[in-house]
């Protein structure tokens, strides 16, 4: 879960008024984890343990509930973010609006496919703590072709600022008759921010368009553009399911659903 303002907690949890939570915490009668809060001081719910007045505070009880969003371009995934025009909660039907949800695994602004989002801190520690190892699956779509020869780099990866960049599969989508293709088809179990688009670059090709069409067994096929869904029990299952190879050519019409 994101980490709020510690006013703000205290406010959502039902306690008193944003104003009066912050005379609270001038007056020293706010403690996080034992030592005295202090104005602004950002918290993590479930993590940290705050206090007022030697009573503990616990996040208003919500459902838990996760939800899977087709997102599209230009929507960033945040629950607040001043330079953004659009968030992916300002997507959301009504009924789902109030609650307070968060992502579960993101995609940048200029990205598209599947989120989820969830009210359920456990769930998003298992989709996104990489010992689980969830694949995630991406189509990705380039400027100029990318020939079949340089695959081990996308899997051997590169070190960019001291961090490893790399996919653990990767195939040609549709090659042609020079082994070259356009479209390929990537797995990851992990995923740093612009991660896909950083390797590529590193590589002197230019990503034109990414999808994230997979998550574990749950795929994107269905989901309109935008398309908000509850997911079930066994659907959350499949998240962590271990996929069906897909076909080695991939679908021609990958970047063309919606």
Excluded at 121 to 147: C, I, Q
Excluded at 198 to 203: D, K, S, V
Excluded at 238 to 247: E, I, Q
């Amino acid at each position: 879960m994101e980490p709020v303002r510690i006013q703000k907690f205290i406010a959502e949890a039902g306690l008193c008024s944003r104003r009066a939570a912050e005379a609270l915490i001038t007056a020293g009668e706010v403690y996080v984890n034992g030592q005295p809060a202090t104005l602004g001081q950002k918290i993590e719910a479930g993590v940290d343990k705050v206090s007022v007045r030697g009573k503990a505070v616990k996040a208003q009880a919500q459902p838990k509930l996760a939800l899977v969003m087709h997102k599209p371009r230009g929507v960033v995934c945040s629950n607040s973010d001043p330079h953004a025009d659009h968030t992916i909660f300002d997507l959301l039907p009504r009924e789902w609006a109030r609650l307070r949800l968060f992502c579960a695994g993101r995609l940048d602004k200029d990205s598209e496919g599947l989120v989820i989002l969830t009210s359920d801190g456990d769930l998003a520690h298992k989709l996104m703590h990489p010992s689980n190892l969830v694949v995630k699956r991406y189509y990705v779509s380039l400027k100029e072709p990318f020939p079949q020869s340089r695959l081990r780099q996308l899997m051997r990866g590169v070190v960019i600022e001291g961090e490893q960049l790399k996919v653990e599969r990767a195939h040609l989508v549709n090659p042609k008759a020079d082994h070259a293709s356009t479209e390929l088809d990537v797995h990851m179990h992990h995923g740093k921010k612009r991660e896909i688009r950083q390797l590529f670059t590193a590589l002197g090709f230019e990503v034109r368009r990414l999808r994230r069409y997979q998550i574990g067994a749950l795929r994107l096929k269905g989901i309109p553009l935008r398309g908000v869904k509850q997911l079930s029990t066994k659907e959350i299952a499949s998240l962590f399911a271990v996929p069906r190879p897909p076909p080695r050519d991939g679908p021609a019409h990958a970047f063309d659903e919606n």
